[in-house]
């Protein structure tokens, strides 16, 4: 798709502003009572979609900047849900979400379900990635409507969150930042209620509050397996998917003090004060010119401060989850950013992380890059893509297992025309949302049947817990059997386009167990 041809789409799936309904005039059918207000959807063929329904009682606006999100009001109004919310602020120009109205008015979600009745349907709530830094449920990508069509006994969430340094920026060091002890996981906690928010209304979309899945990719996908480590959590879902993303995509609290400090200095700010009267732009613009990356942070307050640790001693073993990585994930970043761009990106982060390790760990590294076969880029390629996905995907499955947990563990690997992408991050993206016109990243649609097994897959995994397929549900009539991950024989699913089938890690090779695995030690290396 085009970029012109996104511009459209997002027009007319923006397209104005939801308002409230004061005449009486609206269709009952396509109503749904909340505790914050009844919202009317619209319907598409048997699919009503409701877009841009607040989670919040207020916008994180003016004096709300940098606090905590604020719980619903009770409501007794009806308003429109006809349009998407703005988009949280982002660096522009990375994800779709993020080249169309951004606000820092932006947490919203949007439900989309079926008009197929059955009781109480399972709930899939995507959390959108974007490297915490932009991105938006607005992406054309992340319309649902394909994708319940074919799954009609599913209901589907996507909900928007504050990023970059709307919604991970460190404050309470400053003088006067006593009062912003959550600002540097505020992205997390708006999740937090956006699922709270489900728990307490989906009822009355048809779906099932004690059967929800959080489903991720990339920072979405860290999102998940991050939101299990945050107190009083469960309550609210009891599986995760996640694609491309895992614990290790966070920072410490000594890290996230020197960005602010960056940001202060460039905006002349000395105080919270100061920051609060910059304008949500302005800010935006800074943070463009810093390139310093806002995650998550290993605070001790909200997030422990080993997280791997956490899912060994069992933090999340009665939360069931499937995670998995794809075969050439990097090759994603030096196909977008050009081979200009990437040398760039590259350089910098190995003389700001590699320079650190000690002799005898740089040596081990240096050891497994002189292996890879290919093109100059790919030796940078391959391990970064071993210590920013493929390495934390398998010690996370580790780390659950040893904490008494269950977790299904995928290795995707079909692969696009383009020599580059190959099969990078993001490439299944098309694949499990039901778009197979989308291929700006994968070249191609790719196979039909496998697709939709793979879709099937995820569906099962929302309904059972168990991703495994018997013949009368398997798109091609054949059952799949996907086994847990265990310590032993560390099987995964590889979901290889002609032929999806359970694999030993160390008959595939997924990671490199002495080279480059302790590299998930040092977070995002």
Same mark, same amino acid.
């Given at each position: ?349 190995? %003389? ?7 002799? !005898?760990?740089?040596?081990?590294? *240096? &050891?497994?890059? #002189?292996? @890879? ?116 024989? %560390? ?7 002609? !032929?999806?089938?359970?694999?030993? *890690? &160390?008959?595939? #090779?997924? @990671? ?14």
């Amino acid at each position: 798709m085009e970029l012109h041809e996104i511009r459209e789409k997002l027009k007319e799936m923006y397209g104005g502003e939801n308002k409230p309904i004061t005449d009486g005039s609206y269709d009952q059918s396509l109503a749904v009572k909340c505790i914050n207000g009844t919202f009317v959807g619209r319907k598409t063929e048997n699919i009503t979609v409701f877009r841009g329904i607040p989670y919040v009682g207020k916008q994180p606006v003016g004096e709300l900047r940098w606090k905590a999100p604020v719980d619903v009001i009770p409501d007794n109004g009806v308003y429109e849900a006809y349009y998407n919310a703005k988009s949280a602020y982002g660096n522009p120009g990375f994800e779709v979400g993020s080249i169309y109205y951004q606000d820092e008015d932006c947490l919203y979600l949007n439900v989309f379900k079926s008009d197929e009745a059955s009781a109480k349907k399972s709930v899939m709530v995507w959390i959108h990635g974007g490297a915490f830094e932009s991105g938006g449920t607005i992406d054309p990508m992340f319309d649902c409507i394909n994708f319940v069509k074919e799954n009609p006994d599913v209901v589907v969430v996507t909900i928007a969150y504050r990023l970059a340094f709307m919604g991970f920026l460190h404050l309470s060091h400053l003088s006067d930042g006593k009062d912003y002890t959550d600002s540097q996981n505020l992205g997390l906690l708006d999740q937090l209620k956006a699922l709270k928010w489900v728990h307490e209304n989906i009822a009355g979309f048809g779906g099932d509050p004690d059967n929800v899945t959080i489903w991720g990719e990339s920072a979405g996908a860290a999102s998940c397996t991050l939101l299990p480590l945050i107190e009083g959590s469960h309550q609210y879902f009891k599986r995760l998917i996640a694609e491309s993303g895992s614990v290790n995509q966070t920072r410490t609290p000594e890290e996230g003090i020197a960005c602010t400090n960056k940001l202060m200095e460039v905006l002349g700010c000395k105080t919270v004060a100061d920051l609060l009267k910059v304008d949500g732009g302005k800010l935006l613009e800074a943070s463009s010119v810093l390139f310093v990356h806002q995650v998550p942070e290993r605070d001790g307050k909200i997030l422990p401060t080993d997280t791997f640790e956490a899912y060994a001693n069992g933090a999340a073993k009665d939360i069931e989850i499937l995670v998995g990585c794809n075969k050439d994930e990097m090759d994603f970043f030096v196909s977008s950013f050009g081979k200009e761009g990437w040398d760039k990106f590259i350089t910098e982060r190995k %003389q700001e992380k590699f320079a650190q390790l000690p002799a !005898d760990e740089k040596a081990l590294v *240096e &050891s497994y890059m #002189k292996d @890879v076969k290919g093109d100059y880029y790919e030796p940078d390629s391959r391990v970064f893509s071993q210590s920013w996905f493929i390495a934390p995907t398998i010690r996370i499955s580790e780390e659950q297992t040893k904490g008494g947990g269950k977790c299904y563990t995928y290795y995707f690997t079909p692969e696009s025309p383009d020599p580059i992408m190959k099969c990078g991050h993001a490439i299944e993206l098309s694949v499990v949302f039901n778009h197979p016109e989308m291929t700006a990243d994968t070249g191609r649609a790719f196979d039909e049947t496998f697709c939709k097994t793979m879709r099937k897959m995820w569906v099962r995994f929302a309904k059972t817990g168990n991703p495994s397929l018997s013949a009368d549900l398997s798109p091609d009539g054949k059952a799949k059997e996907w086994p847990l991950y265990d310590l032993e024989n %560390q099987q995964v699913m590889v979901l290889d386009e002609f !032929d999806i089938h359970p694999a030993k *890690e &160390s008959e595939v #090779k997924i @990671v490199d167990w002495e080279r480059t695995y302790f590299l998930t030690k040092y977070y995002m290396l």
